[in-house]
T-cell receptor, first 113, second 115 residues
């Protein structure tokens, strides 16, 4: 079992709809969670991070964290063609066990006009 | 504010040759990371520095890879000798740890092709 798992996709969503990206993690002690966007041939760029259970909103993006179920999700409202990219979920294992950020393999998102 | 700078952006070498990558982190960031990213995969940590100290190098193949971060700012990652399987993108990232946050900012990467 991978430490951080994501559906590789591609996930195809019509323009203007809500895109929902999911991520599960195995280390129950993980404390912080990140979503990165990576365009083809470019480096990852941070979209959001979340530490507490519940929702965190930033513009069209909402991160959701459920530590009991060990999943984190990213919702993108009013999807635009420019949102087409690979979305990487990253999880920070706790410092007491040599803190390390583990990345998932990413989900490819395609927004169709 | 300038971002993470990496050079070169692209490198093509023949197997068994040495290669080096350079990274300059965001000013004031005391933590620096080197990652390897293969196509279709997420970044995999090679080494993490806090200031000059390598605090996690468990995934660094030490028989051929080495890294240094003199003076706790710039860093160099070296491969000697390179193998075909080393072809990948090498990413450098930096972070300013505050309140337990490890929000990382990535450089543009170096795409290495080993022939």
């Amino acid at each position: 079992q991978k430490e951080v798992e994501q559906n590789s996709g591609p996930l195809s969503v019509p323009e203007g709809a809500i895109a929902s990206l999911n991520c599960t993690y195995s280390d129950r002690g993980s404390q912080s969670f990140f979503w990165y966007r990576q365009y083809s041939g470019k480096s990852p760029e941070l979209i959001m991070f979340i530490y507490s259970n519940g929702d965190k909103e930033d513009g069209r993006f909402t991160a959701q964290l459920n530590k009991a179920s060990q999943y984190v999700s990213l919702l993108i409202r009013d999807s635009q063609p420019s949102d087409s990219a690979t979305y990487l979920c990253a999880v920070n294992r706790p410092r007491s066990s040599a803190s390390k950020i583990i990345f998932g393999s990413g989900t490819r998102l395609s927004i169709r006009p | 504010e300038a971002g993470v700078v990496q050079s070169p952006r692209y490198k093509i070498i023949e197997k068994k040759q040495p290669v080096a990558f350079w990274c300059n982190p965001i000013s004031g960031h005391n933590t620096l990371y080197w990652y390897l990213q293969n196509l279709g995969q997420g970044p995999e940590l090679l080494i993490r520095y806090e200031n000059e100290e390598a605090v996690d190098d468990s995934q660094l193949p030490k028989d051929r890879f080495s890294a240094e971060r003199l003076k706790g700012v710039d860093s160099t990652l070296k491969i000697q000798p390179a193998e075909l399987g080393d072809s990948a993108v090498y990413l450098c990232a930096s972070s300013l740890i505050a309140g337990g946050s490890d929000t990382q900012y990535f450089g543009p990467g170096t795409r290495l092709t080993v022939l």
